[in-house]
């Protein structure tokens, strides 16, 4: 790997440093296939993110732009931003198959999926992410910064100081459209965002697509998601004011219900950090954790209750309100009893919990999996 081009010394740098930083990384890539790599099921502002470093990838040369995921599309939402802004975006296991890029770029995350294969002598050109690293990442360029609610808001000081988005170009307001949805949910409709935020929002307020952004707003909830909310409702757990909930089978492509029930039931006036979590595509033990403590920083917290895969990497991560965690359940997915390996799964899950909460645990069996009212998710 060829010595990084800048590292920024984050915050004392100003947007221009910065922006330039970028670009004069990106031009490695003149002439060249560049991939951006999405981490886990992509989300408005990973999307957002990727589409944003595209378009500057375009006009800086860049020979060709992949924007890669290898997990499904989970959420009705993300389905919808991709198909109305017409994001190209190929699922891809192997990326080493066919035109395997010259470089990855990474956006909303600082380390490649581990699901990706084929990225051995893959050069990482660019890292570019709002979350909490627990090693310092490498590549040419990195712009990590914790204040900042969203990586869409990065983005647009980039486009600002490199290629000012106008109202009067369609390609233009596609982009200002995504990253101001980006903006939107990953700051929850902006009641946790920062001053930089509200700025970057300002930047796109006059050239983003108003009626399409509130096509892509309307949070209409769907009958899998329903479904989970109420299993976890009848699941739920409280200890003071703490609460888990643990909702059986979820089928992949309905994995982010999980994340809308821990929405729902973080609204309970008694409780301020609940935890949901079920096992995803018979292969995975997910969760997603929301919290209103201030004293609970996701991240941490999710680390100390899950620890680490082999490779020193911690199956949980997050931000200030909201994180959530993965792993992988291995041979045990191989069981033919569903009943009894949910049993195993939740006993483990719920023990590790509660040994965070700093109560002692007990062997006792836990309940069967909640029932499943729709076969779609199971």
């Known amino acids: 790997m060829n010595e990084p081009v800048r590292r920024l010394p984050l915050p004392h740098q100003d947007r221009l ?28 502002d990973g999307i957002a993110s990727a589409l944003a470093q595209a378009h500057i990838a375009q006009r800086l040369g860049v020979g060709k732009t992949t924007i890669a995921y290898c997990h499904e599309l989970s959420h009705r939402e993300n389905r919808a931003l991709v198909k109305l ?16 890029p010259d470089f990855i770029g990474l956006v909303d995350a600082h380390d490649v999926d581990p699901d990706f294969v084929g990225i ?35 983005f647009v000081e980039y486009l600002t100081e490199l290629f000012p988005l106008t109202a009067d170009q369609d390609d233009d307001r596609r982009v200002a459209t995504a990253l101001m949805h980006g903006l939107a949910t990953d700051t929850d409709d902006f009641s946790l965002a920062r001053a930089t935020d509200f700025r970057a929002a300002a930047q796109l307020e006059g050239i983003c697509d108003r009626d399409l952004l509130q096509d892509l707003s309307r949070r209409l909830i769907a009958p899998s998601a329903m479904d989970v909310i109420a299993r976890s409702l009848s699941a739920l757990v409280v200890r003071r004011n703490f609460a888990m909930a643990g909702v059986g089978f979820v089928a992949e492509s309905e994995r982010d219900t999980i994340a809308q029930a821990a929405d729902f039931l973080i609204r309970r006036e008694d409780i301020d950090t609940v ?13 997603s954790l929301r919290t209103h403590s201030p004293s609970v920083d996701p991240a941490v917290w999710l680390e100390q209750a899950f620890g680490h895969d082999e490779r020193g ?66």
């Open 85 to 100: 802004l017409n994001v190209e975006m190929r699922k891809i296991k192997n990326l080493g198959e066919n035109d395997k």
């Open 313 to 378: 990497r911690a199956y949980g991560g997050g931000r200030r309100d909201k994180g959530g965690f993965r792993i992988p359940i291995g041979f045990l997915g191989r069981a033919t009893d569903r009943a009894q390996l949910w049993s195993l799964v939740e006993h483990a899950a719920r023990q590790a919990l509660l040994r965070q909460l700093g109560e002692e645990v007990s062997p006792a069996v836990i309940a069967p999996p909640p029932v499943q009212r729709d076969s779609t998710t199971t």
């Open 17 to 44: 440093d910065r922006a330039r930083a970028f670009s004069d990384a990106l031009q490695q890539a003149k002439g060249k296939h560049l991939c951006i790599a999405l981490r886990g099921h992509p989300d408005p």
């Open 120 to 154: 051995e002598g893959v050069e990482t050109l660019t890292i570019v992410d709002h979350h909490r690293a627990h090693t310092p990442p490498k590549a040419r360029f990195v712009d990590m910064r914790n204040d900042v609610g969203a990586t869409a808001t990065i």
């Open 275 to 287: 935890v949901v979590y079920g096992i995803v595509g018979d292969r995975f033990i997910e969760g």
